[in-house]
């Protein structure tokens, strides 16, 4: 809301690219890292499966790749936008060997994955995710299998929000992705567009971010420094609302 700072255009358009390239350098700096507070969970031999596209999970992956560790990532079609045609190419460009599977061959291959690598588009306040449909099951296969799930996040990912269910993600207002190479289906069947999902912190082994490792639990305490920190720059009561997801 730079208007209500600002006195005129070319100011406001200034705050804007400032605000912008601050965010930018934030990006980069917090996904270097994510990538390297990562590494030591990574080791030759190791079987990761991927799901969705994620800058910070590639960077992840190939600074493994850079440091010469030997391992093999499992890729999902990653439907309805198929993400797989973003992330695969940069992996293959990296070395790394990849194997692409249909979304619904998760369960399939999950008893020969190492680890579930994943990012996400939201934290909640509780530990858990939000993040591309799918992710909700391909965490409930792997704990069935006994299987770490790791996720790779932004602190700026943070969100004081707590959806119970997978209805309460309707209030957060997320943006579907674009469905690709849809079926024909006939016009009385009623389409469910949903692309995000939730995934409790129970089923989260930990969390990989620029603050840290962290347990889903302690994911509340940092939020808590988090907002106290912006509230004690900007000067502004302690109350904070709930922010949704951009």
């Not at 099951?137 to 299987?147: M, N, T, W, Y």
């Given at each position: 809301k730079t208007h209500l700072d600002t006195p005129d255009f070319n100011t406001c358009k200034d705050v804007l690219?400032?605000?912008?390239?601050?965010?930018?350098?934030?990006?980069?700096?917090?996904?270097?890292?994510?990538?390297?507070?990562?590494?030591?969970?990574?080791?030759?031999?190791?079987?990761?499966?991927?799901?969705?596209?994620?800058?910070?999970?590639?960077?992840?992956?190939i600074e493994a790749a850079k440091r010469n560790v030997n391992f093999h990532v499992i890729v999902t079609e990653s439907r309805p936008d198929n993400s797989w045609r973003h992330t695969v190419p940069l992996l293959v460009e990296h070395g790394i060997p990849v194997t692409f599977i249909f979304d619904a061959g998760v369960s399939v291959v999950m008893d020969r994955v190492s680890m579930v690598l994943v990012g996400a588009e939201g934290v909640v306040e509780n530990g858990g995710i939000v993040n591309k449909i799918g992710?909700?099951?391909?965490?409930?296969?792997?704990?069935?299998?006994?299987?770490?799930f790791y996720v790779v996040?932004?602190?700026y990912k943070f969100l004081r929000t707590y959806p119970l269910t997978q209805q309460d993600l309707s209030l957060l207002k997320l943006r579907n992705h674009?469905?690709?190479?849809?079926?024909?289906?006939?016009?009385?069947?009623?389409?469910?567009?949903?692309?995000?999902d939730y995934t409790p912190p129970s089923l989260i082994t930990l969390l990989f971010t620029d603050l840290g490792v962290l347990t889903p639990s302690a994911v509340s305490d940092e939020l808590i420094k988090l907002y106290y920190q912006n509230q004690m720059h900007n000067n502004i009561p302690k109350k904070s609302p709930s922010h949704p997801i951009p």
């Open positions: 690219i400032e605000r912008g390239e601050r965010y930018g350098q934030m990006s980069i700096s917090s996904r270097q890292k994510i990538a390297h507070n990562s590494q030591r969970f990574i080791s030759d031999g190791a079987v990761i499966l991927a799901h969705g596209y994620s800058r910070v999970v590639l960077q992840v992956l992710t909700y099951q391909i965490a409930i296969v792997a704990r069935s299998l006994k299987k770490p996040a932004e602190s674009k469905i690709e190479n849809l079926p024909e289906i006939p016009s009385s069947v009623k389409l469910d567009p949903s692309s995000h």
